[in-house]
């Protein structure tokens, strides 16, 4: 809500929210996409989800003890994933 607030200042008037029919015509035109994370994935979860999005090419350091599923996922998916064995991501 916070958030939401805040981009509602950037207009005179708010713009009305989209449909979901709107959403999802958006949606469907993605195709292409390319999502890379300076951490890894840990989880397949991130690709399942990538895919809706029209994501085609991954990019990120790996080093999970989930590479291997997260691979399997990217390989169902006809997904490239590169490793670009750079984690910039600390605690």
């Not at 449909?19 to 292409?32: A, M, N």
């Not at 994935?41 to 990019?59: M, N, T, W």
Request: hydrophobic letters at 40%.
């Amino acid at each position: 809500e916070a958030e939401l607030q805040q981009w509602v200042k950037n207009f005179d008037s708010a713009p009305e929210p989209l449909t979901e029919k709107e959403k999802s015509e958006f949606l469907s035109t993605l195709d292409d996409v390319t999502i890379a994370s300076d951490a890894f994935f840990p989880f397949r979860d991130s690709i399942d989800h990538a895919k809706k999005l029209g994501v085609k090419f991954v990019a990120q350091p790996g080093g999970s003890v989930a590479d291997e599923e997260v691979i399997k996922a990217c390989d169902a998916y006809g997904m490239t994933m590169a490793f670009s064995d750079l984690r910039l991501f600390h605690h």
